[in-house]
């Protein structure tokens, strides 16, 4: 009973922490970056997960609802800039990545510690 | 309309205004002068919110005029009033003292997307000081944090570019922490004000989710502000990233973190969480010890001088936390004076590496040699900072030693081995520092070729030495601010 | 408190004139010398008035800055502090006459940089013999360190960098662990001002002075007290000029001035005396004494047997503190003063020994008084002076000394002074022997006669002083008494 009434949570929790196993564990510079994303969709599922009110409709003012029970649309407002700011993140750290592989030719992480380590 | 009292969103308005202004400039010197002009408004805003402040009154200023808690409030105090001089102060030295040195390292294409990034960050930066909603912090915090990386990921070196991408994995991992936590208080008090949260705190009745989201606050915020163990990003962060960005973030970013640290902890958890206050101390004052300690002595064994006063900084924000974890008006007013401080000292010893840096062509191991000797000037203005960094009688690093010492001794449990800790880490500090001293005087230099040495750099890194002298000799103004601030954090204890 | 207050001047004259001698070096040389001449002239103008006033009892105090709620910078003036500072800025002028002999003799590089820190060296120093109160004398300290380090450093090469290490490593090490904490701890209990009568009594138990007092003698690592003494043989590195004058006389008296100090205004001589936690430091300087005068037996280079018999020489002073009884403390007073006068003219002689003859061991030295009568003339009065043979200075201090343990019933003291005179005797006097007496072992590559004018003028007045001071010990006496009025 714990799982089904707590299954958002499990969720993300399952998901937190395949993004971080991924960002720790994999060499490769844009499976981590895959992880980092994972990671924060978590989070996100989080934040909108919690926003369903139960017997809550879409929280729009009209005329020809006449419920007074909405869902909370401040999480979906959070989110969304949490989803830019994720979008920024990964956009950049995939600019990096391309860089990396400019000047160092791989984007393995153990290679350009090896490389580095020998300059 | 009195302009005073928009000076809060002004701080951050303005640089991020004229940010996108920048990218339209046409060369990369007018790029920097808008740059710097923004600045060094920043900067006297900062000074003129500190007057504001100053008899330790707040000012609150909601957005578009949406009254807390529906709209997204900011709010300055004494305690935002010394980190936005900080701030601000920062990235103006850093900004005229890296005119010709950005030149070398960031090409021309890139120079107004530099600038550009540079005024993001001290929008972000200033941001977060000036937010009362756990929200906004988190956007501020991100802006300026992706900002920072775009500055880093400038750097001519390659190895800036895999430091910056732990960088960026370390701290977006802790701002997803801090996101995790708010997101777990707002799920229980439903809501984002700091203020707010205060009062409705207290009226939850489960305390594990407080406890779980103050965990993940503390741990995000840890990462950003590099207290160990979750430093491992900033060595080679600020070793290789270009020599003026160094100077402006080893001088402000951690202390931003921090104060967000501060802040949250003392204002939303200190009152709430039962045990908090031994809480906080008993895991934070072993993880600042072994900080300080650990800090030192890697510095002490570093050929490289920029990661050297890297390791130094780890070694500082140590100091600051173990002021912090003391919870006691003078272990408070030690760790923000420390911040202040410290900004002072390591933003000059890396002005003036910046200012040395454009002698050699590389800042390998032994690239400083002898250039203390053929530019005197800006060798003493290091040996200067040098003892403010150690802390002796004269310069500014030695009133916030002497203050977290006074606030050990007061601490009485644990004394002895606090105070041993901060002694032997002063004798460490000594030896990093003289090892880079006697490169600087005695050794004799690697190459024969002089260039002129950049003026405007060298006089700010005189300005920002002898100011280690000043507030050394009259703390006036960050001491006021200081004590203001810890008493300020202390009302919202037990 | 206008900029021109007397005691404010004290800091300022040499300050000033170190720039000025920085600014005056790039034209002349010549301009330069009376750059230093004129300033270490106008601060003994300025500090005798100072000490002829505490002489008749007045007292001063200026504060310079209030830093926060207990930190502030305070000069304050009394007898101890006034001899100090008297002493210091008129060796300062006769130095100053023999560095130019020797810089010049030498065909030394970097004099003005030289000069310049001799003079910031020596606004330290006054700040010490001047401070109000702990944080002000630590200030001090720590600067007189920093100051003198580029002096020690002076001639640059791999040898000197390391010995100078020592000495860095030393210095900062003792204040840092051991100095600053008790500073610190005795200025949150009770204001750190040095108040007639100690401030300690009441405030801290037995055990704790005891701990407070070694931190103190452990930490104030200019003192020499053994351990706390190896880097005052690795500064013999630094020219003989600063040797002379710093390491005779500003750093080390400025280690036992304030060990003195602080015994008499921080703890308090009644209180300490009658805590038996604190005898300790009669048998560690006792110790030092007789192991530095050991140590000295076996050294052959000159300049490092007169570091080793300083070393025995300050633990005197300390002695003498640590006897805790008014003859005693005169006595201290006044081997600060005889110390001074004889080693600075041995300093001297050895200096001009080296100019003149490039000799540096003491094998070296038969025969070399009939080349260099005066020199070693000199030489032989500082020597009695250090083994304490009338007419000269150190008989009249170590008189007092002596009085002052037989009233203490200190027989450790009585043991050690009588034994370390047979050592110092034992040292010394070979030397002289071999000097005048003995015929030359190998003449020299080139004859030489006596080392250039400024320095013999230099050396002939010091060896004057310090026989002067067996005459005329009256007004130091009675300037010490004040000291010891209130006991």
């Known amino acids: 009973m714990i799982v089904l009434d707590l299954f958002h949570y499990w969720v993300f929790i399952t998901i937190l922490m395949m993004g971080f196993y991924t960002v720790i564990a994999k060499q490769n510079l844009i499976k981590k970056l895959l992880g980092l994303s994972l990671f924060q969709s978590a989070v996100f599922l989080l934040f909108i997960g919690i926003a369903k009110v139960d017997g809550g409709t879409t929280p729009i003012f009209h005329p020809a609802i006449d419920t007074n029970v909405f869902s909370n649309p401040l999480p979906q407002v959070l989110i969304l800039t949490a989803i830019v700011v994720g979008i920024s993140t990964s956009a950049l750290g995939l600019a990096i990545v391309v860089r990396i592989k400019e000047t160092y030719g791989s984007i393995e992480e153990d290679q350009i510690q090896s490389e580095d380590e020998s300059e | ?494 | 408190m206008s900029l021109l207050h007397p005691l404010i001047l004290v800091l300022l004259i040499p300050t000033v004139g170190a720039v000025a001698i920085s600014v005056a070096g790039r034209f002349h040389q010549n301009i330069r010398e009376a750059c230093t001449f004129a300033t270490a002239i106008l601060l003994a103008l300025t500090v005798w008035p100072i000490a002829i006033e505490v002489a008749h009892g007045a007292r001063d105090s200026v504060t310079l800055a209030s830093l926060t709620g207990n930190l502030h910078i305070v000069l304050h003036t009394e007898p101890l502090g006034a001899l100090f500072a008297t002493l210091a800025s008129s060796l300062w002028i006769v130095n100053s006459l023999y560095s130019v002999g020797y810089m010049r003799g030498n065909k030394e590089t970097h004099q003005t940089r030289f000069y310049a820190f001799f003079a910031i060296s020596i606004a330290a120093t006054m700040g010490v013999a001047l401070a109000g109160n702990l944080f002000t004398l630590f200030l001090f300290y720590e600067l007189l360190t920093l100051s003198t380090y580029p002096l020690v450093t002076h001639k640059g090469d791999e040898a000197t960098i390391k010995s100078a290490r020592v000495y860095l490593a030393i210095l900062m090490g003792t204040s840092i662990t051991l100095f600053l904490p008790a500073v610190i701890w005795v200025t949150s209990l009770t204001g750190g001002e040095f108040t007639m009568g100690g401030v300690l009594q009441g405030q801290v138990e037995a055990p704790t002075a005891g701990l407070l007092l070694a931190l103190f003698v452990f930490g104030i690592g200019k003192a020499a007290v053994m351990p706390i003494h190896k880097w005052l043989p690795a500064a013999m590195v630094a020219p003989t000029p600063v040797s002379a004058l710093l390491h005779a006389v500003a750093v080390v008296k400025a280690g036992v001035f304030s060990i003195t100090k602080i015994i008499i205004y921080i703890f308090g001589v009644e209180w300490l005396f009658s805590l038996s936690t604190t005898q300790w430091l009669v048998w560690i300087t006792a110790f030092t004494i007789i192991a530095a005068s050991i140590v000295a037996l076996r050294q052959t280079n000159l300049k490092r047997l007169l570091a080793y018999s300083t070393i025995g020489q300050l633990s005197y002073v300390v002695m003498a503190t640590a006897i805790l009884k008014p003859m005693a403390e005169i006595g201290a007073a006044l081997h600060m003063v005889a110390h001074a006068f004889g080693k600075i003219t041995l300093f001297f002689a050895a200096g001009a020994i080296y100019v003149a003859s490039k000799k540096i061991d003491i094998t070296q030295l038969a025969g070399i008084g009939r080349r260099m009568p005066i020199t070693m003339g000199a030489f032989t009065v500082g020597a009695l002076s250090m083994i304490g043979v009338p007419p000269t200075g150190g008989f009249v201090s170590k008189w007092y000394i002596l009085g002052g343990a037989f009233e203490a019933d200190n027989f450790i003291a009585i043991f050690t002074i009588i034994a370390s005179t047979a050592l110092n005797a034992a040292y010394f006097l070979p030397i002289i022997y071999a000097a005048w007496f003995l015929p030359e072992d190998l003449a020299p590559s080139k004859p030489h006669g006596e080392a250039p004018w400024p320095m013999v003028m230099a050396i002939a007045l010091t060896a004057l002083l310090t026989l002067g001071f067996f005459f005329l010990n009256g007004p130091v006496i009675e300037l010490e008494r004040q000291l010891v009025g209130g006991l």
């Open chain 2, 1 to 494: 309309m009195n302009l005073a009292l928009h000076y809060p969103i002004l701080q951050v308005i303005i640089p991020m205004l004229v940010a996108p202004i920048a990218l339209l400039m046409p060369n990369r010197k007018l790029a920097w002068a808008l740059a710097t002009t923004t600045s060094l408004c920043a900067f006297a805003l900062a000074i003129a919110i500190a007057q504001l402040v100053l008899e330790g009154s707040s000012h609150a200023y909601p957005l578009g005029d949406w009254p807390a808690p529906f709209g997204i409030e900011l709010r300055v105090d004494s305690f935002s009033a010394i980190v936005l001089i900080i701030v601000s102060g920062a990235s103006t030295a850093a900004l005229l003292a890296g005119f010709q040195s950005l030149a070398l390292e960031i090409d021309q294409d890139r120079a107004t997307l530099f600038y550009a990034a540079w005024l993001l960050a001290l929008a972000g930066l200033s941001g977060i000081v000036v937010s009362a909603d756990a929200f906004n912090i988190f956007v501020f915090m991100e802006i300026a944090s992706l900002a920072s990386y775009i500055l880093v990921a400038g750097s001519s070196d390659r190895r800036a570019l895999p430091a910056v991408f732990k960088y960026l994995i370390m701290g977006t991992i802790g701002a997803t922490f801090y996101l995790i936590g708010v997101g777990l208080l707002y799920i229980m008090t439903g809501t984002l004000n700091l203020a707010d949260l205060e009062v409705r705190i207290l009226l939850v009745e489960d305390q594990a989710p407080i406890l779980m989201a103050a965990g993940f606050i503390s741990v995000g915020l840890a990462l950003k502000a590099a207290i160990f163990p979750l430093h491992a990003w900033l060595p080679n962060t600020y070793a290789y990233a270009p020599h003026a960005v160094t100077a402006f973030l080893a001088a402000c970013s951690t202390k931003v973190a921090l104060y967000v640290f501060l802040r949250i902890d003392f204002f939303v958890f200190q009152r709430t969480l039962t045990e908090h206050a031994s809480q906080f101390s008993i895991y934070l004052l072993p993880l600042a010890l072994a900080g300080i300690l650990y800090g030192s002595a890697m510095a002490m064994r570093e050929p490289h001088t920029k990661r050297l006063f890297a390791w130094s900084s780890v070694a500082q924000i140590g100091y600051i936390v173990l002021g912090a974890s003391l919870i006691s008006n003078a272990g408070l007013s030690a760790a923000i004076m420390h911040m202040f401080n410290h900004a002072l000292a390591k933003g000059a010893i890396f002005l003036a590496v910046v200012v040395l840096a454009s002698q050699c062509s590389t800042l390998g191991p032994n690239a400083l040699n002898g250039l203390g000797r053929k530019h005197p000037v800006v060798g003493i203005a290091f040996v200067v900072a040098g003892l403010s960094l150690v802390g002796i009688p004269g310069t500014a690093g030695f009133i916030s030693k002497w203050l977290l010492i006074e606030a050990i001794l007061d601490y009485h449990r644990w004394s002895v081995p606090l105070l041993i800790v901060v002694l032997l880490s002063s004798i460490m500090a000594v030896v990093y520092v003289y090892k880079v001293c006697e490169a600087l005087f005695f050794k004799t230099p690697d190459t024969a070729n002089s260039q002129p040495l950049p003026r405007l750099a060298v006089v700010t890194v005189l300005v920002v030495s002898a100011a280690n002298l000043v507030f050394g000799m009259a703390p006036g103004l960050p001491l006021e601010l200081a004590n203001s601030a810890a008493s300020v954090l202390l009302e919202h204890t037990l």
